[in-house]
């Protein structure tokens, strides 16, 4: 198991080394439990403990069930952690914090907005004179390729189309992090590619930190410079990979690096026994 630093790719994002930053993300032994409708109380995280540095892009991976959306819902304000403690740019985590964006395995758009509107939604709700939150709409939309789709509606557009208007969304309001639940996981193959490199492109220009939550191991290493694989529920923290690929990275190319490919192996015979795990899990409950 690999558990080396961050790579120097994700220390330039943010222009300080990422050992010499001070973690923009920090959980620190979290426990979290929900009441199960029977009344019993359910863990879904345990003693769970990560940092992500100023900057730095972090996929988490786990079996079905793992906790992994319960870990973006800590860190966003969502949730509160049960034991333990949660802290963003150093301060504990307390309420929604606006320097957090949040994009969702589902659509987050406005269906009776147009694509301009939904754009510029974030700024106007922020104060924004609405002279400037059109303006910049305008230029996010055409950052994600969008440029002549302004007067659309989100039933008019192809998934990908609404996944770029939600990229658009959320990078127009420059957040310091950066949450992602599955964002591509609805999209086909070639769209997924696609959009993949699309938010790579955006993210190197933001320098946001990112925690990208992924079922997909190929995408989690494609993207990020270090990738956390959980435990099967109660979640914890089993492993943390260095992915010492170099940057910038086109998505399709990467995969037929070798090193990709060793990467690969050496995270899957992580994560495999814990897939196995919440699969007989699963057959048992059945």
């Known amino acids: 198991m690999n558990t080396t630093p961050p790579t120097t790719a994700a220390a330039s ?13 920090e959980l620190e032994n979290v426990t979290k439990r929900f009441r199960a409708p029977n009344g019993q109380m359910y863990t879904a995280i345990r003693d769970l403990s990560m940092s992500v540095a100023p900057g730095e ?17 800590l860190i966003s304000g969502l949730e509160r952690p049960s034991d333990g403690s949660a802290r963003v740019m150093g301060r504990p985590v307390q309420g929604i914090d606006p320097r957090i964006g949040y994009v ?21 709700f922020r104060g924004k004179p609405k002279k400037e939150a059109i303006q910049q709409a305008h230029e996010w939309i055409a950052r994600v390729g969008l440029a002549g789709f302004e007067d659309r509606y989100p039933h008019q557009l192809s998934g990908g189309m609404r996944k770029r208007v939600a990229l658009a969304q959320t990078f127009i309001n420059e957040p310091q992090i950066l949450l992602m639940d599955e964002p591509f996981s609805a999209l ?3 769209t997924r590619i696609l959009m993949e490199d699309e ?45 010492d690929l170099p940057r910038p990275r086109h998505v399709a190319e990467i995969r037929f690096d070798p090193r990709f490919v060793q990467l690969y192996q050496e995270i899957w015979e992580d994560l495999r026994s814990e897939v196995m795990i919440s699969y007989e899990r ?3 409950g059945q």
Not at 13 to 25: F, R
Not at 114 to 124: K, T, Y
Not at 207 to 233: C, M, P, Q, W, Y
Request: proline letters at 6%; a neutral charge.
């Open 104 to 124: 969702f395995q589902a659509d987050a758009v406005f269906p009776w907005k147009n694509v301009l509107n939904n754009v510029a939604a974030g700024p106007l």
């Open 199 to 243: 938010l790579l492109n955006l993210w190197s220009s933001l320098k946001a930190s990112v925690v990208f939550v992924t079922h997909d191991l190929e995408e989690a290493i494609s993207l990020a410079d270090r990738v956390f694989v959980l435990t099967a529920g109660p979640a914890t923290v089993k492993g943390v990979y260095t992915i």
């Open 13 to 25: 994002s943010s222009q300080l080394p990422a050992e010499m930053a001070a973690p923009a993300i």
């Open 188 to 190: 086909d193959v070639q």
């Open 57 to 73: 892009f972090c996929a988490v991976v786990g079996p079905t069930g793992s906790g992994k959306s319960t870990t973006l819902g």
């Open 282 to 284: 699963q057959r048992g």
